[in-house]
């Protein structure tokens, strides 16, 4: 058998190649137009490889060509500001050489060959090196120092280390052994990065959004899922969190959505401002688009792409958060190529291996102390579309087995224009109790018995409903009206949140906290007049209470709260007043 074999079979984005000598997960060139494939079975002679790019026009007998290397990403500096395919080719690169559709088998450099980016080496002549330590670095934007990382398998005492201007290509550093080191990069994306150890998830990912800081935390290194029907706010909260979560590097993965929404990604987020260091958001991110239209075989690379990249970040000491919209479009992908390659289905025609392959890529989440001993951290967060919003499919039971916090979106909540459409009955968070030790140190010290207590609340809420709509509000005792009413404040006031509004898309802490602080302080205020012998009636229709939203909308938060609660107390003085 030779590097060179030839087709026997095609089957959309499945080949059959014989007469080649191949190995498990070696990328390929497949036909005459050179398309880029990997090999994902070998039976007997035959070679079975998934394309990652339209196949049709193909014929038997063309030629397959072997490269011997891995499906790989490159890494290093440049990979901020891009915006690559599910493979790891840049679609400004694309589009330059092939125009406005993207022809078949060209070939583009991942990073940018000609630029030379300045180089400060953080070791000198005599110094030991080893896998994973860090070399030196890049400014590759404003906001983020590039670390030159030790490749795999490299090791040995530094003969010469250069400073300057450099290209990938220019050797930086050579080891008395004959190893020579650039800017870049290889690596392979199925298998994940090395990290010394895991450490424990207790530091949280501050979101902006008050539901999801309060109610359902995610840790720094930790793993979510956002599942819910179409149009219930998946995509508008991952991009919410790819702008105002305090991670320090993005990377966005749109995997198999439509078209459109991925343009207002790729046309919004350049324009975007990072509302922490007022630079462009895109100086931080790196942005995957593999939409419905793109060849689906690159929509299963896309994920493994997105991931490889954050773990490189991460190794470099960075908090990166992933986002992955949508984990379904994702799951289809593989169940394509599974009923192509005609394996034994599971459940509702996902191949077996569906639940490992999620967990796999969950797996690569974490907060870690990288092998140079810097702490970095991924955290995941995917998109789930169960077909109907039906969350018993297959996708979502199998994402909910492994994720650690879940944000269900609720199409009955959006349908009432109450955003984020985040069900809080439905929703967890597995972090909540390691991370409730950071908010009462860092926020408050009573932080943990708000949330309790507002958690109650909604909860009794959701009882008393179930009365209510029998019978009505007025046949509740005095005080469960209260409870309603202090419930309709922390839905309104608090959970919903609109993250197109300027002020109110991002609230930090202390804003979340102060908030929730005033409608539990409306509730103790609400029951002491109750006691006094005011009738629950009026204390439910006093109408400052309703101040409490202009603090979302304004800056000066602090200063609408003070307002607002001397308002809600002259309004009950005036009501125990009335009494006598
Ligand atoms: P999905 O990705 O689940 O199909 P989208 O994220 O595209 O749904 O949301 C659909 C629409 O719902 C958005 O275009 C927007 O109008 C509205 N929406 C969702 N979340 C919010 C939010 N937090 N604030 C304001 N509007 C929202
Ligand atoms: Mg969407």
């Given at each position: 058998m030779k590097n060179i074999g030839n087709i026997y079979r095609i089957s959309g984005p499945v080949v059959v190649a014989q007469n080649?000598?191949?190995?498990?997960?070696?990328?390929?060139?497949?036909?005459?137009?050179?398309?880029?494939?990997?090999?994902?079975?070998?039976?007997?002679?035959?070679?079975?490889?998934?394309?990652?790019?339209?196949?049709?026009?193909?014929?038997?007998?063309?030629?397959?060509?072997?490269?011997?290397?891995?499906?790989?990403?490159?890494?290093?500096?440049?990979l901020l500001k891009s915006i690559y395919d599910g493979i790891q080719r840049p679609l400004q690169g694309l589009e330059k050489k092939s125009g406005n559709f993207i022809e078949r088998g060209i070939s583009v450099n991942s990073l940018e060959r000609d630029k030379k980016w300045n180089f400060v080496p953080a070791l000198k002549k005599g110094d030991k090196i080893k896998e994973g330590d860090v070399l030196g670095s890049v400014q590759e934007t404003p906001t983020i120092l590039h670390k030159i990382i030790v490749p795999k398998g490299k090791s040995g005492i530094i003969k010469n280390i250069k400073k300057g201007e450099f290209t990938l290509n220019d050797i930086i550093c050579e080891l008395e052994n004959g190893e020579k080191l650039t800017l870049m990069q290889k690596w392979p994306i199925r298998s994940a990065r090395p990290s010394k150890e895991k450490l424990p998830p207790e530091i949280p990912l501050i979101t902006g959004m008050r539901i999801l800081d309060s109610l359902f935390p995610l840790a720094k290194g930790g793993t979510a899922a956002i599942p819910g029907p179409f149009g219930a706010g998946k995509t508008v909260t991952q991009q919410s969190l790819a702008k105002y979560s305090d991670a320090e590097i993005v990377v966005y993965i749109g995997c198999g959505e439509r078209g459109n929404e991925m343009t207002e990604v790729l046309v919004e987020f350049?324009?975007?401002?990072?509302?922490?260091?007022?630079?462009?958001?895109m100086n931080r991110t790196v942005l995957i688009a593999n939409t419905s239209n793109m060849p689906v075989a690159a929509r299963e690379a896309s994920v493994y792409t997105g991931i490889t990249i954050a773990e490189y970040f991460r190794d470099m000491g960075y908090d990166v958060s992933l986002m992955a919209d949508s984990t379904s479009r994702w799951a289809e992908s593989m169940r394509e190529i599974s009923s192509r390659l005609e394996e034994m289905p599971g459940e509702e025609g996902y191949p077996t291996y569906l639940g490992s392959r999620l967990a796999e890529f969950y797996e690569r989440a974490g907060r870690v102390k990288c092998l140079n001993n810097e702490v970095g951290s991924i955290s995941v967060i995917g998109a789930v579309s169960p077909p109907g919003g039906d969350f018993s499919e297959p996708v979502t039971q199998n994402t909910l087995r492994i994720v650690k916090v879940f944000w269900a979106l609720d199409a009955k909540l959006s349908s009432r224009r109450h955003y984020p459409s985040i069900n809080w009955l439905q929703s967890y968070s597995l972090y909540k109790d390691t991370l409730s030790n950071w908010y009462e140190k860092q926020i408050s010290s009573n932080w943990t018995e708000l949330i309790n207590k507002a958690m109650k609340i909604l909860q009794e809420e959701e009882k008393l409903q179930e009365i209510v709509q029998l019978v009505g509000s007025d046949a509740l005792p005095e005080k469960q009206q209260?409870?309603?009413?202090?419930?309709?404040?922390?839905?309104?006031?608090?959970?919903?949140?609109?993250?197109?509004?300027?002020?109110d898309a991002y609230s930090s802490l202390d804003k979340t906290n102060a908030i929730l602080e005033t409608i539990l302080w409306v509730e103790k205020k609400a029951l002491e007049t109750l006691e006094l012998g005011v009738c629950a009636k009026d204390i439910v229709f006093s109408k400052s209470k309703n101040k409490i939203a202009n603090a979302k909308f304004e800056e000066n938060y602090k200063q609408e709260l003070i307002n607002a609660k001397n308002e809600i107390e002259k309004e009950f003085e005036e009501l125990i007043r009335n009494l006598v």
């Amino acid at each position: 058998m030779k590097n060179i074999g030839n087709i026997y079979r095609i089957s959309g984005p499945v080949v059959v190649a014989q007469n080649l000598n191949a190995k498990m997960y070696d990328v390929v060139l497949v036909g005459n137009k050179k398309l880029i494939g990997e090999v994902i079975q070998i039976i007997g002679d035959k070679t079975i490889i998934q394309v990652y790019e339209e196949t049709t026009g193909l014929c038997p007998g063309e030629p397959v060509e072997n490269t011997n290397e891995p499906l790989s990403v490159e890494l290093g500096p440049g990979l901020l500001k891009s915006i690559y395919d599910g493979i790891q080719r840049p679609l400004q690169g694309l589009e330059k050489k092939s125009g406005n559709f993207i022809e078949r088998g060209i070939s583009v450099n991942s990073l940018e060959r000609d630029k030379k980016w300045n180089f400060v080496p953080a070791l000198k002549k005599g110094d030991k090196i080893k896998e994973g330590d860090v070399l030196g670095s890049v400014q590759e934007t404003p906001t983020i120092l590039h670390k030159i990382i030790v490749p795999k398998g490299k090791s040995g005492i530094i003969k010469n280390i250069k400073k300057g201007e450099f290209t990938l290509n220019d050797i930086i550093c050579e080891l008395e052994n004959g190893e020579k080191l650039t800017l870049m990069q290889k690596w392979p994306i199925r298998s994940a990065r090395p990290s010394k150890e895991k450490l424990p998830p207790e530091i949280p990912l501050i979101t902006g959004m008050r539901i999801l800081d309060s109610l359902f935390p995610l840790a720094k290194g930790g793993t979510a899922a956002i599942p819910g029907p179409f149009g219930a706010g998946k995509t508008v909260t991952q991009q919410s969190l790819a702008k105002y979560s305090d991670a320090e590097i993005v990377v966005y993965i749109g995997c198999g959505e439509r078209g459109n929404e991925m343009t207002e990604v790729l046309v919004e987020f350049p324009q975007l401002e990072d509302p922490k260091t007022k630079t462009p958001l895109m100086n931080r991110t790196v942005l995957i688009a593999n939409t419905s239209n793109m060849p689906v075989a690159a929509r299963e690379a896309s994920v493994y792409t997105g991931i490889t990249i954050a773990e490189y970040f991460r190794d470099m000491g960075y908090d990166v958060s992933l986002m992955a919209d949508s984990t379904s479009r994702w799951a289809e992908s593989m169940r394509e190529i599974s009923s192509r390659l005609e394996e034994m289905p599971g459940e509702e025609g996902y191949p077996t291996y569906l639940g490992s392959r999620l967990a796999e890529f969950y797996e690569r989440a974490g907060r870690v102390k990288c092998l140079n001993n810097e702490v970095g951290s991924i955290s995941v967060i995917g998109a789930v579309s169960p077909p109907g919003g039906d969350f018993s499919e297959p996708v979502t039971q199998n994402t909910l087995r492994i994720v650690k916090v879940f944000w269900a979106l609720d199409a009955k909540l959006s349908s009432r224009r109450h955003y984020p459409s985040i069900n809080w009955l439905q929703s967890y968070s597995l972090y909540k109790d390691t991370l409730s030790n950071w908010y009462e140190k860092q926020i408050s010290s009573n932080w943990t018995e708000l949330i309790n207590k507002a958690m109650k609340i909604l909860q009794e809420e959701e009882k008393l409903q179930e009365i209510v709509q029998l019978v009505g509000s007025d046949a509740l005792p005095e005080k469960q009206q209260i409870t309603l009413e202090i419930a309709r404040l922390l839905r309104e006031f608090f959970l919903q949140q609109n993250a197109f509004h300027k002020t109110d898309a991002y609230s930090s802490l202390d804003k979340t906290n102060a908030i929730l602080e005033t409608i539990l302080w409306v509730e103790k205020k609400a029951l002491e007049t109750l006691e006094l012998g005011v009738c629950a009636k009026d204390i439910v229709f006093s109408k400052s209470k309703n101040k409490i939203a202009n603090a979302k909308f304004e800056e000066n938060y602090k200063q609408e709260l003070i307002n607002a609660k001397n308002e809600i107390e002259k309004e009950f003085e005036e009501l125990i007043r009335n009494l006598v």
